[in-house]
């Protein structure tokens, strides 16, 4: 059965960290992370592709946020870095269901949704 359950969420003070992980029972395809806030449109953060070669981030997070995969695990890991009240939001992971050599930040590219955990960030 195909599943994905996230944990790792919390609340951070700005310029904290955190690691989101992505639990991926039966996924071995490409896998994005999503996040959405209030009253706000759910905006792709990061993707890796199936065998962790291609990653790619929004322009948002580049150069603190960090995604990876441990295939032996079946896990997907996101490591938040330097944090921003404006990184607070509902964070997703979704797989693709066919395989893909790369990986996208389109929501439409996904089948499989976790239910998302909660990152606040604020002093």
């Known amino acids: 059965q195909l599943q994905l359950v996230e944990s790792g969420g919390g609340l951070v003070q700005p310029g904290g960290s955190l690691r989101l992980s992505c639990a991926a029972s039966?996924?071995?395809?490409?896998i994005g992370w999503f996040r959405q806030a209030p009253g706000k449109e759910r905006e792709g953060v990061s993707c890796i592709s199936s065998s962790g070669r291609t990653t790619s981030y929004s322009d948002s997070v580049k150069g603190r946020f960090t995604i990876s995969r441990d295939n032996a695990k079946n896990t997907v890991y996101l490591q938040m870095n330097s944090l921003k009240p404006e990184d607070t939001a509902v964070y997703y992971c979704?797989?693709?269901?066919?395989?893909?050599?790369?990986?996208?930040?389109?929501?439409?590219?996904?089948?499989?949704w976790g239910q998302g955990t909660q990152v606040t960030v604020s002093s």
């Open positions: 979704a797989a693709e269901s066919v395989f893909n050599y790369y990986c996208s930040n389109s929501a439409e590219e996904y089948d499989i």
């Open positions: 039966g996924v071995t395809n490409a």
